[in-house]
């Protein structure tokens, strides 16, 4: 080789080497460090309508502003499902009451669930187990298991994380909300935190036809027919109206007594025949076959179709079957029952249905897409 050409390749080494050497600047922060991003949490605090009870926060997941934020961009983020198609929100739309309209919800394969996927609304409250059956405990528990359903989002968690760690966006924004310095640091239980608090958020307005007319002086006053259908919802009239016995299980202020019943919906001979056993499954009580959460009916109207399996498709079919009494069961709670109503009557409880229409949480900003 001719000197000048030596030269020129030690040249090229040095440069090549210099050039690697100033990627690895000892001074510089290492890739994936955060800590040079500011932590300063701030305390969120959920606005909760008067009459409701005190709403109770683990203490080990304070919610904050940043925490809020960031488990709502998880919520409608899709990078939590195999194909990133689905978010948490295609099966819970603000627009539909946190439900998704079906029947039984599908799933990334196109699978069909069993179940028909709940109303989030006022879930902070929900403090007698989640699920239909009342399976998990925590929002913080529940969170973490849709990722992995095969008839949900079907993907891993060591899969999300791995999409999570490499986002432009979610290592700053989970520096933010847990204070975590390194990306490293990004686990599915801080996930799970996250999306927890911003359920928690996710409560009524206060400010329903029903709320308003119970406030003195809001000006605001049920029609005759919103207070006939109050009156047999609360069991109130004195014998002038039937007895509707809705609030033994569905009770204010949550419209929920969070608590388990049948109310003979599913047809069987006897208590080993549901076609779902809800929490006589998790309980291994065959007494308990065929019972399940009594959902809140706050927005009720918003969530078509009903039951666990969205077998009934209309409130006003909803009504006919409390009316008609229900299948027989060993175990069917005795306040459901024939209950005699008109025409009328049933009209009446219809419009006190829809006194529970929640238009403010619905169109919330804060509840909406962060996308
Ligand atoms: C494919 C549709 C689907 C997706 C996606 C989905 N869910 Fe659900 N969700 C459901 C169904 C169905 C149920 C009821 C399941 C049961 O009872 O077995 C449910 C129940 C819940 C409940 C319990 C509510 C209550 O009142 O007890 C919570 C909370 C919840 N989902 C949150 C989430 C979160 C958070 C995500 C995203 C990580 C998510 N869901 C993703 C369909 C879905
Ligand atoms: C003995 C308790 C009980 C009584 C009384 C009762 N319910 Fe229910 N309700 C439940 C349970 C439990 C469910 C869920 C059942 C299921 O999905 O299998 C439910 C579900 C519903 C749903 C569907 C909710 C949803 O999100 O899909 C509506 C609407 C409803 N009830 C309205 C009423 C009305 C109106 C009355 C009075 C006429 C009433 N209920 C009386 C226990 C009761």
Redesign the pocket.
Known sequence: MLPWKRLLAGFSILILVFGLGCDFDPSEPEVGDLSQIPYSPERFKVQVPAAFPELEVPANNPMTKAGVALGRKLFFDPILSRDSTQSCSSCHHPDKNFTDGLPTSKGVDLINGRR?A??LIDIAFQTKGLF?DGRARLLEDQALLPVEDPVEMHFTWPGVIERLKRHPEYPADFRKAFGITHKDSITKFLAAKAMAQFERTLVSSGATRYDLALTPGSGVFFSESELRGYEM?FDLSGGRLPD???F???NAPLFSSLD????G??RVVHGNQFEDN?LGAITGNAAQNG?????S?RN?AQ?AP????GR?KT?EA??EH?NSGGHPADNK?P??RK?GLTVQQKAD?LAF?HTLTDTSFAQKPDYQSPF
């Open positions: 028909s709940m109303a239909w919802y509707a016995e809705c033994h299980c569905h388990y019943f049948n109310n919906i599913q809800g019972m399940f959460k009594a959902p009916l009720i969530s009903y039951m666990h399996d009934i409130l909803v009504i409390y709670n306040f459901v209950l409880l249905l």
